[in-house]
């Protein structure tokens, strides 16, 4: 089964206007709204944070079928892990069947903002994302918690507001370690598109599947979502444009390596040449060339869908990708 999201994006979007695409999102016919939860956003001049867990209960309420989740939220420094569990749970408890939490390491520039923190380098990043996930499974099935971990700790823990079911969480994984962690302990994995399909296949997904087997799991059970950053419109020299708006998912790590502030993020992101802001999207103009270009995510595994449009015209891409390319999508599958 394929399942289709359709990616919110709340660094680009006020709250308001975001719901309502969420709404004819589903309208269209996507199967899911993911949001991410930024305290920043990549750029400062138009940019958004909305507070994920509140927004997700109000799409809840507006659109009533279409799953909802994070991708991803950190639950290791802004949050303590059990109020991710208690946020998660609430959510779960509104809206049975319908709610998943996608989490990772974090980002510097949405946990040193509000904290103050000096951002640790990837082992303890690591360290406290694999005792919160430990932390949130329990909270979410056990009555009294008491947890003694390195990074966290809890005493006669509670979750009042227990999720009547299951709750899928998932990781976020951009290298082999944080997705054996996903096949070892998760629901499934997370990645983003645009990466070199290599990634993917000689790395990531071995390293997932090969951590499920270990463990005793089947992996083909699990999810394998990756959110597909596509630049859609029947102009392309417009799609073209659009990518700008998120150049800053252009800049190479060590050019953003250290940068928490909106303000130089955007000045960086500005530098860059339109072809260059456009190298991680799927940039077409014609329903045969996307679905070309996403079908091979497809013939790799991936399960779940998420898309991802730069356009500030979001309505003209909902409406557009409803029609043309998810019924297309669905043959595949």
């Keep these: 089964m394929l399942t289709l999201g359709y990616k919110a994006s709340a660094e680009q979007f006020g709250s308001r206007e975001l719901l309502e695409f969420s709404v004819l999102a589903q309208e269209v016919g996507f199967d899911a709204v993911v949001v991410s939860d930024h305290f920043q956003p990549w750029k400062h001049t138009g940019g958004h944070a909305p507070y994920a867990f509140a927004w997700l209960g109000a799409v809840g309420e507006r659109a009533e079928t279409v799953q909802l989740g994070t991708s991803v939220v950190a639950p290791t420094f802004r949050y303590n892990p059990a109020i991710v569990a208690q946020a998660m749970a609430t959510l779960a408890s509104l809206f049975p069947g319908r709610v998943f939490l ?162 130089e993020m955007e000045r960086l992101a500005s530098q860059l040449a339109t072809e260059r802001a456009a190298t991680r999207w799927i940039v077409s103009d014609n329903p045969e060339d996307q679905i070309a270009r996403i079908q091979p995510y497809i013939d790799l595994g991936f399960n779940y869908l998420v898309f991802h449009s730069p356009t500030e015209d979001q309505e003209r891409f909902l409406r557009l990708y409803g029609a043309e390319i998810l019924p297309r999508l669905r043959e595949l599958a």
Excluded: C
């Excluded at 005792?131 to 099935?141: H, K, V």
């Excluded at 947890?147 to 700790?153: D, F, M, R, V």
């Design 102 to 263: 996608g989490v990772g390491t974090g980002e510097s520039m949405n946990e040193v903002p509000a904290t103050g923190m000096e951002w640790p380098g990837f082992k303890e990043r690591f360290g406290r994302l694999r005792e919160a996930i430990e932390l949130i499974q329990r909270l979410w099935t056990e009555e009294r918690v008491s947890y003694q971990g390195q990074y966290y700790t809890t005493v006669n823990a509670t979750i009042y507001e227990r999720p009547p079911e299951h709750i899928p969480l998932l990781v976020a994984a951009s290298g082999p370690t944080a997705a054996k962690l996903a096949g070892r302990v998760s629901d499934g994995l997370i990645v983003t598109s645009g990466k070199g399909m290599e990634l993917y296949r000689d790395n990531l997904l071995p390293a997932f599947v090969e951590a499920a087997q270990k463990a005793g799991r089947d992996p083909n059970a699990l999810t394998r979502m990756i959110e597909v950053k596509v630049s859609y419109d029947h102009d392309r020299k417009r799609a073209m444009e659009d990518t700008r708006n998120w150049a800053a998912l252009a800049l190479s790590s060590e050019e953003k390596t250290g940068v928490e502030d909106p303000v």
